[in-house]
Each structure stands twice: as C-alpha cells, then as structure tokens.
C-alpha cells in the first residue's frame, strides 16, 4: 500500500505539473515512510517494554502481535530491540536513508 500511494503521487505530478516520472523516488518515498512506521512501533514497543519491566514481567505483551505487523521487514527481540532484515537494511543503506533510522 505504500508503494502504491507513492506512485500515485508520482504519476499525478507527472501529469499536473509534468514533473518526471522516475520510479528510484517512488521506491525511495516508499522506503522513507516504511522507515517512519516502523520507528513508530518501536516506540511502542519502547513503551510496552518499559510498562512491563514495572511489573517485573519476563516478556513484552504483545511481541508478537509487533512482530506479526513487521514480518519480513524486520523483527523485535525479546528485549524490544528492532533488527531490519538484511535485504530490506540494504535497500536502506542504497538510498542514503539510514538517517531517519534509529537502527
């Protein structure tokens, strides 16, 4: 669904305003704002993790419910760290857009 959102943008502008249509912008947005959701989660993972040390609770409530939602993109350790899969890390580093990772 985010692709698709970017190259919609991507083929209006092209359209409206004939702004070029180049596919490696569509690809980079859509890495940009897969990036802003999963910093998102983290941050609620971050939140989950802290509510359930509180507690003195061995896991994180609803790790798996985060991990479903990021499944092949990445996973959270039992601790709430983040790690992106290799392939999807790697399309990261190509674009320049480790910056808007806490990774």
Not at 5 to 10: G, T
Not at 19 to 36: M, N, T
């Amino acid at each position: 669904m985010i692709t698709w959102k970017f190259i919609l943008i991507a083929f209006t502008k092209a359209d409206i305003i004939k702004e070029a249509f180049l596919p490696e912008q569509v690809w980079k947005g859509a890495i940009r704002r897969l990036i802003s959701r999963v910093e998102r989660l983290k941050m609620q993972v971050r939140v989950a993790n802290t509510i359930a040390m509180s507690k003195d609770l061995e896991n994180i409530p609803g790790l798996a419910s985060y991990n479903k939602q990021v499944a092949g993109l990445g996973a959270f350790s039992e601790s709430g760290i983040f790690r992106y899969s290799d392939t999807l890390w790697n399309e990261i580093k190509k674009h320049d857009l480790t910056k808007y990772s806490s990774a």
